[in-house]
């Protein structure tokens, strides 16, 4: 799974698309949608 660690100061957000996009180019698109939502929503039966 993926995190932004918001609000934390440290963590990606408000830059959250920016830094996916540069850390997930090379990601399968299924993949990536597996890591960044499906992952946490199966995890918490969302």
């Known amino acids: ?3 932004s660690d918001y609000p934390h100061a440290d ?3 408000p830059e959250s698309r920016q ?3 540069e850390n ?3 990601v399968a698109p ?3 949608r597996r ?3 499906d992952n ?3 995890l918490y039966k969302l």
């Open 35 to 37: 890591i960044l939502c």
């Open 40 to 42: 946490a929503r199966d």
């Open 19 to 21: 830094a996916i996009e």
């Open 11 to 13: 963590s990606t957000w």
């Open 1 to 3: 799974m993926w995190a």
């Open 24 to 26: 997930f180019r090379a």
């Open 30 to 32: 299924g993949t990536r």
